[in-house]
């Protein structure tokens, strides 16, 4: 009886109670998940996408969904999967084209939170939806890297330090290779030897046909960019802010240059000149041959992403992530060109590769709905986004 | 500027403990949250004997409150003459909660950074490392392997999110004031029960590294609590002095029996 009469006496105040309490809580979950976002980068995974051109059409890694978009006008082509899956993505690699396999070649791709590697079978026409032909889901980490084909083989870095080299046909797992760091960086193959960068600080010499190591060496700092090969050379830098040249006779560092802060992405070569770019935005063109540092330019912006070289070569393309615009750099001076390309009013962030086709430049900004971006290479002028422009 | 004054330098210190201290990713978070956890000690004691005075205090107030319900300007004369002879400032219990937040958010964000679960935080790090001190890059990215753990990923087990649960249960337990009335004691109810779920959830949801954080942070709260519990109940003592009259007998008896 009193437990009954109490609890009527109380229960207007309790109410309003309840409504003050029931608003604290909303303000504080507020305040929390505001910290936590603002921290961990938003709710929605971001990511930087990636995306390869073949035959005019390019194949985009999306937040969460694999894309074939028609190269001259944006048109989108088809999407895998057809709907944003939770359980599919987001991608970090870019995907790579296989031909040889099913009937038109298929398109690989790896995802970031799910561990899975994709395998999708091209139609005959690049309108086709695609069909997944085999998906790898045993690794333990998160994929980031690109992965590369080489003799019948899809090899591709993880999170969990190991190099999965997949059968192209059906995904079979052929071998894999253990380092103590995330591998992030492309596998490189020449020959019959894969070179394995990881982020332990090592370069790994493995076999390809087995994925036994037969070296290594011992940088400075993690590694996440894809060595360059030129002669019997491997070119790279690092996290220590140091750029090798390895001389894969001696398996040692024939030479080393110290840049102004960590490289992460892999240089570019021209066939005369290397062009490497750290992540505080200095742009340096090496002389392999000498080798010696032939100029230093910088964009004063943060850089991850490959840079790309124009069609003649006169122009290095450079992405600014934060400030989301591409420069062009005058190859023969080290100029940074001051005219070339739209500025965009809301232009996100270029934390991808650039990509050319020889006569446009494709970026992928993140943070803004027009995730595909197509320039002329010859004047900077913005041709279509997608979405957006595209018809 | 938040960044530069508190952000960086929690930054750096993680990554310098990280180099001395075995390279343990796990180590390097403890050994920083605890200092910055002690720092802040003299803080947080002055905060909790605040508050607990404060809520030791709230019969007498609820009395004025009665007796000068119609008169809001007497009310507030009688209250501030109250204060006034116990020593209390109003303001005691903000004041010190307000100095500590910015530092606590510092080390969150610190730690969230130089854990750099995704590749995006990890490209935004070199910016927030002292170049000055040699070889730090050389460092990067921390050892994201514990135990079980993988500290950039959510973990699998949902151990990491149990034990934040129950430690952020506990620790909330020990600062929670004793409740003076009803609504408080439901009050006090209701956070114990939604502020460890909230914790567990976050340490479900994202990167281990954050479950780790939550975990090592209630870990040198409690242990914090244990070390300095005479203090805390020393606010109380006094305050029970000071007003002579109006605490409950319950809760004068829980804040002295922690001495």
């Known amino acids: 009886m009193m437990g009954g009469w109490h609890r009527k006496d109380h229960a207007p105040v309790a109410r309003r109670a309840g409504g003050r309490r029931a608003g604290l809580w909303a303000l504080v979950a507020l305040l929390l998940a505001g910290v936590m976002t603002g921290c961990a980068g938003g709710l929605r995974h971001e990511s930087w996408p990636g995306l390869a051109v073949a035959d005019d059409t390019l194949y985009v890694a999306n937040l969460a969904q694999v894309e074939a978009l028609n190269a001259q006008t944006g048109k989108l082509y088809w999407s895998f999967p057809a709907t944003p899956d939770k359980g599919v993505g987001p991608f970090y690699s870019t995907p790579v084209l296989a031909e040889g396999v099913g009937e038109h070649g298929v398109v690989l791709v790896a995802g970031y939170a799910d561990r899975s590697v994709y395998a999708l079978a091209l139609g005959a026409s690049p309108a086709e939806r695609?069909?997944?032909?085999?998906?790898?889901?045993?690794?333990?980490?998160?994929?980031?890297?690109?992965?590369?084909?080489?003799?019948?083989?899809?090899?591709?870095?993880?999170?969990?330090?190991?190099?999965?080299?997949?059968?192209?046909?059906?995904?079979?797992?052929?071998?894999?290779?253990?380092?103590?760091?995330?591998?992030?960086?492309?596998?490189?193959?020449?020959?019959?030897?894969?070179?394995?960068?990881?982020?332990?600080?090592?370069?790994?010499?493995?076999?390809?046909?087995?994925?036994?190591?037969?070296?290594?060496?011992?940088?400075?700092?993690?590694?996440?960019a894809t060595p360059l090969m030129i002669d019997n050379d491997l070119w790279f830098g690092d996290f220590a802010s140091i750029f090798y040249r390895l001389d894969l006779a001696?398996?040692?560092?024939?030479?080393?240059?110290?840049?102004?802060?960590?490289?992460?992405?892999?240089?570019?070569?021209?066939?005369?000149?290397?062009?490497?770019?750290?992540?505080?935005?200095?742009?340096?063109?090496?002389?392999?041959?000498?080798?010696?540092?032939?100029?230093?330019?910088?964009?004063?912006?943060?850089?991850?992403?490959?840079?790309?070289?124009?069609?003649?070569?006169?122009?290095?393309?450079?992405?600014?992530?934060?400030?989301?615009?591409?420069?062009?750099?005058?190859?023969?001076?080290?100029?940074?060109?001051?005219?070339?390309?739209?500025?965009?009013?809301?232009?996100?962030?270029?934390?991808?590769?650039?990509?050319?086709?020889?006569?446009?430049?494709?970026?992928?900004?993140?943070?803004v709905d027009e995730r595909v971006q197509a320039f002329s290479l010859a004047s900077g002028e913005l041709l279509w986004t997608a979405p957006g422009t595209a018809e | 500027m938040f960044d530069a004054i508190l952000v960086r330098p929690i930054i750096n210190m993680m990554l310098l403990a990280y180099k001395f201290l075995g390279q343990e990713t796990v180590v390097a978070v403890a050994v920083v949250t605890l200092l910055l956890r002690l720092a802040l000690t003299p803080l947080q004691l002055k905060q909790q004997q605040s508050t607990r005075r404060q809520a030791e205090f709230k019969p007498k107030l609820d009395e004025l409150q009665k007796k000068y319900k119609d008169d809001r300007e007497k009310l507030a004369q009688e209250q501030m003459r109250l204060y006034k002879e116990a020593g209390i400032n109003p303001l005691g219990g903000c004041l010190p909660a307000l100095?500590?937040?910015?530092?606590?958010?510092?080390?969150?964000?610190?730690?969230?950074?130089?854990?750099?679960?995704?590749?995006?935080?990890?490209?935004?790090?070199?910016?927030?490392?002292?170049?000055?001190?040699p070889s730090l890059s050389t460092l990067v990215p921390l050892k994201s392997q514990f135990l079980w753990l993988d500290l950039a990923i959510p973990d699998p087990l949902f151990i990491m999110p149990i034990l934040v649960v129950a430690t952020s249960w506990y620790y909330q337990k020990l600062l929670t004031p004793p409740a003076t009335d009803a609504q408080a004691e439901a009050m006090n109810k209701q956070m114990m029960l939604m502020m460890p779920l909230m914790n567990g959830f976050f340490a479900a949801t994202f990167a281990s590294g954050l479950a780790v954080y939550f975990l090592i942070t209630n870990l040198v709260g409690i242990l914090q609590y244990f070390l300095f519990r005479r203090s805390f109940a020393s606010g109380a003592a006094a305050a029970d002095a000071a007003t002579k009259s109006g605490a409950t007998g319950k809760s004068v008896k829980r804040a002295t029996s922690k001495s």
């Open chain 1, 130 to 224: 695609p069909d997944e032909l085999w998906r790898f889901s045993e690794a333990r980490g998160q994929f980031v890297g690109t992965g590369t084909v080489a003799d019948g083989l899809f090899l591709i870095g993880n999170g969990d330090g190991r190099v999965y080299a997949l059968r192209l046909e059906d995904g079979t797992k052929v071998w894999e290779f253990a380092t103590r760091g995330r591998v992030w960086a492309t596998p490189l193959v020449v020959g019959d030897t894969v070179y394995i960068a990881s982020m332990d600080h090592h370069l790994y010499a493995v076999d390809l046909a087995t994925g036994t190591e037969a070296w290594r060496f011992k940088a400075e700092g993690a590694i996440t």
């Open chain 1, 250 to 367: 001696t398996r040692e560092a024939s030479w080393t240059f110290e840049t102004a802060d960590w490289v992460w992405t892999t240089a570019v070569h021209d066939g005369d000149r290397l062009y490497v770019a750290d992540v505080g935005g200095n742009v340096y063109a090496l002389d392999p041959a000498s080798p010696s540092v032939t100029w230093t330019a910088s964009i004063e912006d943060v850089v991850r992403g490959r840079p790309a070289l124009s069609e003649d070569g006169s122009l290095l393309f450079v992405a600014g992530f934060e400030k989301g615009q591409v420069h062009a750099i005058e190859t023969s001076t080290g100029e940074v060109r001051q005219s070339w390309g739209v500025q965009l009013q809301n232009p996100g962030r270029l934390p991808g590769d650039l990509v050319t086709d020889g006569d446009q430049l494709y970026t992928m900004p993140i943070l």
């Open chain 2, 99 to 133: 100095i500590q937040l910015p530092l606590m958010i510092g080390l969150y964000q610190g730690i969230i950074r130089v854990l750099a679960a995704t590749p995006l935080q990890l490209l935004a790090l070199p910016q927030n490392i002292y170049r000055w001190i």
